[in-house]
């Protein structure tokens, strides 16, 4: 026997209703916890669900709601920078996360917060030809986390990504002095270079700079530059197979002071590479 068009429309209605009503009742709204312990445990089982939305929601309020000696608050500005950083809003992950060596200093969350901190820092700098700015706040930030909490047991992770900062560092100047050395201005050429080779010296980047800086001083007939390049190049990387082609002209003294890269001894460059 089948049912009437019109009772089915009633029925189909019926369960929408039912469905909508079941939604408004779980749905998460930080205002209708009736204190901030039950809001705070409530917020860290939606963020413990990856309910991002849920969590940001609930950590914010109680950051404005909990009294400024509350216990709650610092923990509740890292979780806020869990729930941002689930997001992928990494810069309002990086706010919430400094807040709490800048006002809680002596909380035990104050050494991973300045790690996370800095970690998020890091990740809005998506590669080396980008704009560097965050990567250089990311660097700052790490440089005071190790300094602060040097017997932090992520004080090893700290140091690989100030590595990898300052390798992309090394890339971006390597790349703006290749811009020019390819269009033949070799003093703007040689000063990135060289910035390079002394700013980042256990880089990969480093040897190749100072490769590129014998093949500039060579362009402009500068000697006694190539002469110390060399002495460095020889010095850092000997037996290396391009080192000995590139100096393969120039004789090693007896005497070389090759601890030391050259002075690039040239004023600044008019304007930077562009930024691609």
Avoid at 204 to 228: C, D, P, Q, T
């Amino acid at each position: 026997m089948s049912v009437p068009a019109n009772k089915r429309h009633i029925v189909t209605l019926i369960a929408v209703l039912a469905l909508l009503a079941g939604c408004h009742r779980n749905r998460f709204v930080a205002a209708n916890f009736r204190s901030n312990d039950a809001l705070f445990q409530a917020s860290l089982a939606q963020l413990k669900e990856h309910k991002w939305d849920n969590a940001v929601n609930g950590f914010q309020r109680l950051t404005t709601e909990l009294p400024a000696r509350d216990p709650l608050l610092p923990q509740a500005y890292y979780y806020l920078g869990e729930a941002h950083t689930g997001r992928r809003e990494y810069i309002l992950a990086a706010q919430a996360y400094s807040r709490i060596p800048e006002s809680f200093p002596e909380d035990t969350l104050a050494a991973v917060a300045t790690f996370d901190a800095g970690m998020s820092y890091s990740k809005l700098w998506r590669k080396p030809s980008l704009d560097s700015d965050y990567g250089q706040t990311a660097l700052a930030t790490l440089q005071s986390f190790l300094a602060a909490y040097p017997d932090s047991p992520l004080v090893d992770r700290a140091k690989a990504e100030i590595d990898k900062l300052n390798e992309w560092f090394a890339v971006k100047g390597y790349d703006a002095g290749m811009f020019y050395l390819k269009r033949k201005a070799y003093d703007s050429a040689i000063i990135y270079f060289h910035d390079v080779a002394t700013g980042y010296p256990g880089t990969e980047h480093a040897r190749m700079s100072l490769l590129r800086l014998v093949e500039a001083y060579g362009k402009i007939g500068y000697k006694e530059e190539i002469a110390e390049t060399c002495s460095t190049l020889r010095e850092k990387y000997a037996g290396n197979a391009e080192v000995k082609e590139a100096c393969a002209s120039v004789p090693a003294p007896l005497h070389a002071d090759s601890t030391v890269v050259p002075s690039a001894k040239l004023s600044e460059p008019a304007a930077p590479a562009p930024r691609r």
